[in-house]
């Protein structure tokens, strides 16, 4: 019988089904490039957008978590999703793969909204 390990609370498993940075970004009318996305089990839908270099030039990427808590799209008009976490990195693959730790675990999306709440 093979039994599952046990990974302590907090401690993120790295071999399981690790999302990849998708080959084509998905452009956005902001610029943005949505790099990841999946829905969330209770409804709702969480992202990474790569925010364009835009007039500054950076060479550096800066990417975010985006949590869309309302299932109902005609709900999100006039609602700004909350950003639970920002990075910057050398290139977009490296920003992904900082984010996509939290973007991919229902717990750290979670514990995220509670900080982004809690700052409110």
């Given at each position: 019988m093979h039994r599952r390990k046990r990974v302590p609370l907090g401690q993120h498993r790295t071999n399981v089904h690790s999302p990849r940075l998708l080959p084509c970004p998905l452009e956005r009318m902001d610029g943005?490039?949505?790099?990841?996305?999946?829905?969330?089990?209770?409804?709702?839908?969480?992202?990474?957008?790569?925010?364009?270099?835009?007039?500054?030039?950076?060479?550096?990427?800066?990417?975010?978590?985006?949590?869309?808590?309302?299932?109902?799209?005609?709900?999100?008009?006039?609602?700004?999703?909350?950003?639970?976490?920002?990075?910057?990195?050398?290139?977009?693959?490296?920003?992904?793969?900082?984010?996509?730790?939290?973007?991919?675990?229902?717990?750290?999306?979670?514990?995220?909204?509670?900080?982004?709440?809690?700052?409110?």
């Open positions: 943005s490039e949505l790099l990841y996305s999946r829905d969330l089990p209770g409804g709702g839908r969480v992202t990474i957008e790569a925010l364009s270099a835009g007039v500054s030039g950076a060479s550096r990427c800066r990417a975010r978590v985006i949590v869309e808590r309302r299932r109902d799209p005609q709900r999100r008009e006039g609602h700004t999703p909350p950003v639970i976490v920002e990075a910057e990195a050398p290139t977009r693959a490296r920003a992904y793969d900082e984010l996509v730790v939290i973007a991919s675990d229902n717990v750290a999306v979670a514990r995220g909204l509670i900080q982004w709440q809690s700052k409110r």
